[in-house]
């Protein structure tokens, strides 16, 4: 902070805390906020795409993640940085929009604003930067929407395109070698509760339940939904047909005033009376439910041995501990009306199922409830199995990851073909517009073109492959044939044609990297001045 | 210390309590000045559409990145007394007109810049402040001269076609204010969105009732106005999902009550002496909630708010209704839909009056925007209103878009206001200082050189355009001032960005409202002069401070009002 002195030749403070302040400034400030963003965008370049490599985390407590999704790793690696920090924003928001994509974004970020660095050392006004890039924003994003193939949806009832989308997402994910199996899965999960009229998925009606132990192989889909309990009593029958559920949000107990209450009792046949009065609460609450017609009593809160062995004596089941959540989901897929006293059961309140039934898992006695065939079956659930927490964690996220791209998939059904290939395709399109582009912007614009092509190369240096000769003989073929299917062939199947491979991704998500890596890279090299208060532990 | 000693050989005489900074006469002047130029400086990098952002982690640890002029110095915490001044100036113009804050600062730092020459050769401050307030005068009337009405295209007719224009030139002084923003890009977009939200107001045009709301995640692009209320889906309990999501004209009552199972007084105590009691006691206490549900499915509403929590067994009691309900509403938002809606905020439930409590709008929705739920009321009859769903990447940059829409927002009401236009990018500045170099030449005595110095400060403006853009300012100036006296209809001549020439702005379309020039220039006039005229500052002590005065900034400032955090209500920001 610059100081000025009065008259006596004394520093006066203008600022307060300036001597505690950090500050830079100037063109200094961009290139050390680039240098920053690069850094974190470094850090994810080796987990792209399908030989992309996995990071271990182990946070503060202990826990230990291991992840290859972009918007985990950043989450879990606790950037202090301020400006790294809006990388773990953007890859937070591709996440939140998309789902998918979220290392992409963030390596085409720290792309985009490793090129402006140079610029501005060339003595670019980074403004000027800044136009260029969104011309060339602009040009990618049409050019996207050219790309674009409408993935039709046939009348099968699983659509093989569309599980080839999924795949591609699940294909960089400690689940790749399943990838088929669970991107179909996905679809089905999808179809079920997508709203076709709304054109839209509520991806809160898909529940995605982790259970470590088994094998990722007996990852199961339910049509229905799955509850983390048991049966209240272990006689009680592990299958109810045609269930008939009351859903319960009392207590299989005397109720209780709230306002705080004493009970005075002063003889023992008060005493008498008082317990007579709690065993008829009981026999009344297990006669009221079973006189709706109900067959299963699905509880929020708890209720005690007594009232268990009367409901199982009367030949009800009983489920109880059922979190808010699943008592909403269970109440809106089988139709049935919450019921908060007991007073208040009626026939019609009650939900409807074709199926209910504990489920064993493994030889452990880990036991799940299964609610299948609900009326308005909106609701499905995907039990994940594996090896261990991590593995199970891990695959939960790859899962949610396939989910959302058929979820943008239903919103928006066109697709380009990955593998760097689209990167490719658009780079040379914002080359060849720079060179008609009157103004020092066409540097800016050849710069955008270079960062897009950091995709294709992570793609092949992660790949193991000579990253500079496969992306310029990928990109001659491209220029040559015009096929702009071409990519780099991460697998080593032996075709550099996407098409063929089926590596689907979804333009939606494609453009939005490109507009959000760019609205962030306009943003970093906006900043010219940083303000920092000095780290705390020695500043006080 | 101020001690004075009459004698060599008396105790001296102490005035001020010990530990009291002081300083006075010319110099004082002159280490004023250079304090505001500090803060100047800070600044003038900001303005224009080159202008850079700067990055500020507040002692808090909250970042902002910010363009605003009055957002900047706020968070700088400036602590010198005069340099203070003009960060009240900043808010001051940012509090009236909303917009060209940095302008106002930018303009008060040269008029002292130029002033220091003066004060330094000996002129009286006082000579200095009279010419300056002469030159301010001056400049106002000049702009008023020039001022374009605009006034005509909203009287003359309804005819489609100056209802059309009229909207272009709001559009045009919107777009003039997002100019130098980060979402300058979008400009079109985000000016055609503030005029629509003004315009959907009613005459008042009260800003209150534009909500502003932020989600994070989608592009910039997928920001959307919604003519009526809408507020984020707040905190719910099981069966809200069975509740209905989509009412047409639905009759919506607000409440300020608790609608929960709970203990009525929270020091009572019952005794029950039987078992028999013991249901009774119970059931009271259902009652008393199940009567206040009653009374408001009673009443037919279908849209039921509360501005404290609505517990589970109400949420249940609605859906089983189809009635939607939402609690722990905030208050702004509450506020906003009662005015929309045309309902009064219900305290009691108690002698209901289903027909002056209740109030009613075109449409009532729940949507997904992002990954957040929002409940809209459209079509509301009684306020107009309109809310903004901001989208975009991070945190900041929503932040930042927020406070560019609403200097947005701001512009198009004075415009709407005060409808007379000048041209911007340096263009209006070039103009008046031409106009005062002229007239200077016909003052007599020191006055002379005071006003063309006055001139030369409000060419600071298109200089720091120039340099911001990287353009050679002097070139670029010297141009500017040649076109200007020499040619009369080079009035609007200004800096042309694009091409980093001169260029006709007006043409250009880089419009803004006379009344931010001429709020600028008065308050910039009006704190320069201040400045000038204080020649003794007094420091007291502060308390925490024992007295190691040199680098103690940071006890030092402990004791300073904080008028810089002070907060305006409806731009939430920190």
């Known amino acids: 902070m610059s100081l000025v002195f009065d008259e006596l030749g004394r520093p006066f403070i203008i600022f307060k805390d300036q001597d505690k302040q950090q500050r830079i400034r100037g063109l200094a400030a961009v290139r050390a906020n680039v240098a920053a963003c690069t850094a974190v965008s470094r850090a994810l370049r080796s987990s792209l795409g399908p030989t992309g490599a996995d990071k271990l985390l182990q946070s503060p407590d202990g826990d230990i993640t291991i992840s290859n999704d972009g918007a985990t790793i950043l989450r879990e690696m606790n950037v202090d940085n301020e400006v790294a920090k809006l990388m773990v924003e953007l890859a937070r928001s591709q996440d939140d929009e998309i789902g998918d994509g979220t290392t992409g974004v963030v390596v085409l970020a720290g792309a985009l604003l490793e090129q402006a660095g140079r610029l501005i050392d060339l003595g670019m006004h980074p403004a000027r930067v800044s136009d260029g890039f969104d011309r060339a924003c602009e040009l990618c994003v049409e050019r996207l929407q050219q790309l674009g193939v409408p993935l039709e949806r046939v009348a099968d009832a699983v659509q093989p395109e569309w599980v080839r989308a999924a795949a591609t997402a699940l294909s960089s994910k400690v689940v790749s070698r399943h990838s088929q199996r669970l991107a179909e899965m996905c679809v089905r999960a999808v179809e079920a509760v997508a709203d076709w009229e709304r054109r839209d998925v509520n991806l809160d009606l898909i529940r995605v339940e982790g259970k470590p132990g088994g094998r990722l192989e007996d990852t199961m889909l339910v049509e229905g939904i799955v509850i983390d309990k048991d049966m209240s009593h272990p006689q009680m029958p592990a299958e109810v047909r045609d269930a008939r559920i009351c859903i319960l949000t009392a207590p299989f107990e005397p109720p209780k005033p709230k306002t705080k209450h004493k009970l005075e009792i002063e003889s023992v046949e008060q005493y008498r009376a008082m317990q007579q009065a709690e065993r008829d609460y009981f026999t009344a609450m297990v006669e009221r439910v079973k006189a709706s017609g109900a067959n299963l009593a699905i509880c929020q809160w708890g209720f005690d041995d007594e009232a268990n062995s009367l409901l199982y004596q009367n030949g009800l089941c009983a489920v109880r501990w059922v979190g808010g959540v699943e008592i909403e989901l269970i109440a809106i897929a089988t139709g049935g009306r919450i019921v908060p006293r007991f007073e208040e059961i009626t026939a019609e309140k009650l939900g409807r199922a074709d199926r209910v039934r504990q489920v064993s898992l493994g030889t452990t006695h880990d036991k799940v409830i299964v609610i299948e065939g609900c009326p308005n079956s909106k609701a499905v659930t995907i039990v994940v199995r594996g090896g261990n927490k991590m593995v199970v964690e891990e695959a939960k996220r790859s899962l949610h990851d396939a989910l959302c791209v058929v979820r943008n998939l239903i919103r928006n059904n066109r697709i380009v073909y990955g593998g760097g290939s689209t990167e490719m395709a658009c780079s040379r399109v914002v080359h060849e517009a720079a060179d008609s582009c009157v103004g020092i912007e066409q540097y800016a614009m050849r710069a955008f073109a270079e960062a897009l092509d950091a995709i294709p190369l992570a793609l092949a240096e992660n790949s193991g492959l000579p990253a500079i000769e496969t992306v310029a003989r990928i990109k001659a073929a491209q220029t040559e044939s015009g096929n702009t299917c071409l990519g780099v062939d991460c697998l080593a199947r032996g075709t550099d044609d996407m098409r063929e491979q089926s590596v689907y991704e979804t333009v939606h998500s494609k453009q939005q990297q490109v507009m959000l890596a760019t609205q962030l890279a306009k943003m970093i090299l906006k900043i010219d001045d940083v303000l920092l208060p000095n780290d705390l532990s020695n500043g006080m | ?574």
């Open chain 2, 1 to 574: 210390m101020a001690s004075h000693r009459p004698g060599a050989m008396q105790v001296p005489v102490i005035i001020l309590k010990e530990g009291t900074e002081d300083s006075q006469g010319a110099g004082q002047i002159i280490s004023n000045i250079n304090a505001c130029e500090v803060v100047v400086d800070v600044l003038r990098t900001t303005l224009g559409p080159r202008g850079m952002d700067k990055l500020i982690r507040g002692s808090d640890g909250r970042v902002t990145i910010s363009n605003d002029g009055a957002t900047i110095l706020r968070l700088l915490n400036v602590v010198h007394p005069a340099a203070k001044l003009l960060v009240e100036v900043a808010r001051s113009q940012d509090e009236e007109v909303g917009d060209g804050t940095t302008t106002v600062v930018l303009l008060a730092g040269e008029l002292l810049r130029q002033a220091k020459a003066f004060i330094e050769d000996g002129v009286h401050p006082h000579t200095l402040i009279r010419t300056y307030r002469a030159a301010g005068r001056l400049a106002a009337q000049r702009i008023q001269q020039v001022q374009v009405d605009v006034a005509a295209l909203r009287t003359v007719g309804d005819t489609e076609a100056t209802a059309a224009e009229y909207q272009r030139t709001l559009e045009r002084c919107a777009s003039t204010a997002l100019n130098s923003k980060l979402i300058a890009r979008h400009k079109h977009l985000f000016a055609g969105m503030a005029v629509e939200a003004v315009r959907t107001l009613d005459a008042e045009l009260d800003l209150s009732m534009v909500g502003i709301k932020k989600v994070g995640g989608g592009s910039i692009t997928d920001s959307f106005l919604v003519p009526g209320v809408g507020f984020k889906k707040t905190f719910s309990y099981a069966g809200f999902e069975q509740q209905p999501k989509k009412i047409l004209d639905p009759k919506v009552m607000l409440l300020n009550i608790e609608l929960e199972l709970k203990s009525e007084k929270e020091n009572a105590e019952v005794r029950i002496a039987s078992t028999d009691e013991y249901q009774r006691v119970v059931d009271a206490e259902w009652n008393i909630i199940y009567e206040k549900l009653d009374a408001i499915a009673a009443s037919g509403a279908q849209v039921v708010l509360s501005r404290l929590a609505i517990g589970d067994l109400a949420t249940q009691y609605f859906a089983d209704r189809h009635i939607f309900c939402a609690g722990r509403v905030p208050d702004a938002d509450m506020q906003r839909v009662a005015k929309a809606v045309g309902a009064a905020v219900q305290t009691t439930l108690t002698q209901l009056q289903a027909d002056k409590a209740l109030g009613t709008c075109a449409c009532f929705e729940e949507r997904q925007v992002g990954a957040e739920r929002f409940n809209f009321f459209t079509g509301c009859p009684h306020a107009r209103s309109a809310t903004v769903v901001l989208r975009g990447g991070s945190e900041q940059f929503l932040e930042e878009a927020e406070r560019s829409l609403h200097d947005a927002l701001m512009i198009v009401r004075r415009t709407i206001k005060f409808p007379a236009l000048v041209a911007g990018g340096g263009a209006i500045e070039m103009e008046l200082s031409r106009y005062l170099r002229e007239h200077s030449r016909r003052l007599q005595g020191a006055g002379q050189l005071i006003m063309a110095a006055y001139a030369r400060a409000l060419e600071t403006i298109p200089r720091a355009l120039c340099e911001n853009a990287g353009l050679d300012a002097t070139d670029v100036l010297n141009r500017l001032r040649a076109q200007h006296a020499t040619d009369e209809r080079a009035l609007w001549c200004g800096v042309d960005l694009e091409t980093g020439d001169t260029g006709d702005c007006w043409a250009a379309h880089v419009w803004e409202p006379a009344l931010v020039r001429r709020n600028a220039l008065a308050a910039a006039t009006e704190a320069a002069c201040v400045i000038l005229s204080v020649d003794e500052t007094l420091k007291a002590e502060t308390n925490e401070n024992g007295g190691g005065g040199g680098g103690g900034g940071m006890a030092g400032a402990g004791g300073m009002p904080r008028t810089a955090g002070r907060r305006r209500p409806g731009r939430g920001r920190m």
